[in-house]
């Protein structure tokens, strides 16, 4: 399909326009980045690809793609589309004024052709008071083989009515419309006066101004560029043009990030929240996209850069730090708390604890997908996370890492659920027969630190009902131990009949047991208890009278 066979009287087709528009914006983003980062620049080549990748797709599905350029706007097929007011650097203007009075990208363009001529327009986007037409020169000098555009008569000279040539020589054209036809061949010209060469040496004044320059150009304050691709995205209110200024916002955002620029990373992030409101009022589509995006942006691979540059931030960017870390999603965990693994400042190690538990709060499950990993240091980490968050799902979460292979996670998860409160206790206190006597003593401590009816109660079942074997002397005794920290008068009953009330031998498996009774009624420290260890105490038989008064000692 040949675009320059139609007139802008053809009517465009269903979805021509729109393409044509995102087409625009695209061309007129690269521009603008080009004219704010250095050749070669990871954001040059995304815009770049962009705006290529749209133009391949326009011209695969509608033919080559033709704009008309006026002083104010450019128009597609009779269709005015705009891109802001009339200023200088704006594309309508600075096209119109060097001549071009339409431009049109053919099918075969290569990214390469492409981008000469962003290159070209964006060098001469600068107008001086007395346009010379630099622009065509330079498109001319490119010879694009895939880009065609036509020279408003202004161009030309007008004292040659009959033989009118442009003030520059276009050389042989195959295409008639790159230049005004009309144009003869054979017309000759004085020849010009050879130029010096001192008139054209730099001098070193010159230079270094030239230096000045460049090094102002690449210090160039990108806020503005920001500021342009935010306003397109309320301007234009077209999807896929919204999800491509989106998918380079994630990209700086990435690239501020490894650069340690966090007064970018955090701009972005309120823009970006500012827009989500509006949207949210205005633009109810972009709603789940821009959500999209804080989930990418809060993404392992979006946040890589911040783990490599972790360990080189200072005390000054703490406060940046902390308010982007509020604009993330859950998904950011993964990459915090591999970032808590590495050396670091208590202050830093804060920051990041501060963080997780936040975002933790909002959705355990990313938290959850960690706590299988096989780092025993980082689960222990996690742990603490947990031992902040609220709600029943910590507490299975903990559960789980109570029978966790590694004793020390196990013994963490026990502290933390000890922490919580008395009512927890029955949750672990299946573990008092743990083959790890850490796990019990430190459940028995926990229970024996001030009276608690539901801990007594475990605690009088389990030893009603177990037999213990004549290894088990120590643990035995700590199970009295914890009953008589933890216990009422409701246990004195069972500790009198295990102290004296049985008819036992002097084996060593009813001695420990005899011994603990006569602890835990000292520990109870009530009247009660206090009697039984007095009859306890003038009992005919020795060794209970001997047992009472260790427990005394």
Known sequence: MDNTLRGVNDRPVPGELEAARRILTGLHHARKTYALYPEGHSMCANALAQAHAQLMAFIARFGNLKFEIEKDYLSFKGEVMALGQTEAGTMPLFLFRDGIRWLEFMEGISPEELDDFIKIINKYSILSEEPDGDIVTAIWELQPP???????????????????????????????DAVLSGTSAHTEYPALPAIAQSEIIITPEEESMILK??????????????????????????????????????????DSLARKDFDIALKILQSLEYVFDICQEEIGWA?????????????????????????????????????????????????????????????????????????????????????????????????????????????KVLMGLVRHKSERVRMDAIKVMLQRGPEYIQHIFTLIDDSDRHLSRL??????????????????????????????????????????QCGSSDSVAFLRQTLIGSRWGLHLRQTAQMRGAAMALRLLGIPEAQQVLEEASRSYRPHVRRTVKQALA
Request: proline fraction near 5%.
């Open 146 to 176: 895939h880009i065609k555009y036509k020279v408003a008569d202004l161009f030309w000279d007008v004292e040659q009515e009959t033989d009118a040539r442009p003030r520059f020589d276009p050389g042989p054209c195959e295409d008639s």
């Open 287 to 395: 709603v789940p996209i821009i959500e999209d995006c804080y989930f990418t942006i809060s993404s392992a691979q979006s946040l890589a850069p911040l783990q490599a540059v972790w360990p080189q931030i200072d005390a000054g960017e703490i406060v940046k730090i902390k308010q982007i870390f509020t604009y993330l999603k859950p998904e950011a965990i993964s990459t915090l708390a591999i970032i808590l693994l590495q050396q670091q400042s208590p202050q830093l190690r804060k920051l990041l604890m501060n963080a997780l538990i936040t975002l933790a709060a909002k959705d355990i499950q990313p938290l959850e997908a960690l706590i299988k990993s096989p780092d025993e240091k980082l689960v222990q980490m996690l742990v603490q996370v947990l031992a902040n968050l609220k709600g029943e799902q910590p507490v």
């Open 213 to 254: 320059m460049v090094r102002m150009e690449e210090r160039q304050d990108p806020t503005a560029y920001l500021d342009a691709l935010f306003d397109s995205l309320l301007a234009y209110h077209d999807k896929e043009n919204f999800e491509i200024i989106l998918e380079v916002l994630q990209q700086e955002f990435k």
């Open 443 to 484: 459940i028995l401590k926990s229970m024996g630190h001030s009276r608690n009816k539901g801990a007594e109660e475990l605690l009088l079942g389990y030893l009603k009902g177990r037999r213990f074997k004549k290894t088990e002397a120590e643990h035995v005794i700590a199970c009295f131990t914890a009953l008589g």
